[in-house]
């Protein structure tokens, strides 16, 4: 088998579980967790791209927020709102703040359950 590659949602998604689980040693607790968020909102938001690039041709320049907003035009209301709320806090829980703890790992655990769901929903 060969291994996904980075820039597809598969190959994000595997690097989000493999932070997770710590095989990645060199970094600590909260980078991992910072960037397994990262990863994951990379992967909702090329989901979210295909899906759109799918019914309407031409986003390509659209912003991700713009695309976060019509994708209820090709998906059921509640998997576009449950996206933009998984985004918004993926968004929140990779940036880092000197006045705000990082994500804790049951939060972005729970993220990236969010986030296979939503890939589901959103490929097939």
Known sequence: M????????????STAYRLLDGEL??????GRHRGACLALRTALELCVDQALA????GLSRTTGRAKLLLLHSVAPAETARRARALWSQLSLGCHYHL?????????VQGWRTEAD????????
């Open 54 to 57: 799918a019914a309407v041709p």
């Open 117 to 124: 769901g939503l890939v589901r929903e959103l490929i097939l």
């Open 2 to 13: 060969t291994a996904a590659s980075p820039t597809s949602v598969a190959g994000l998604l």
């Open 99 to 107: 006045y705000e703890l990082g994500p804790t790992y049951e939060q």
């Open 25 to 30: 040693a060199d970094a600590t607790a909260a």
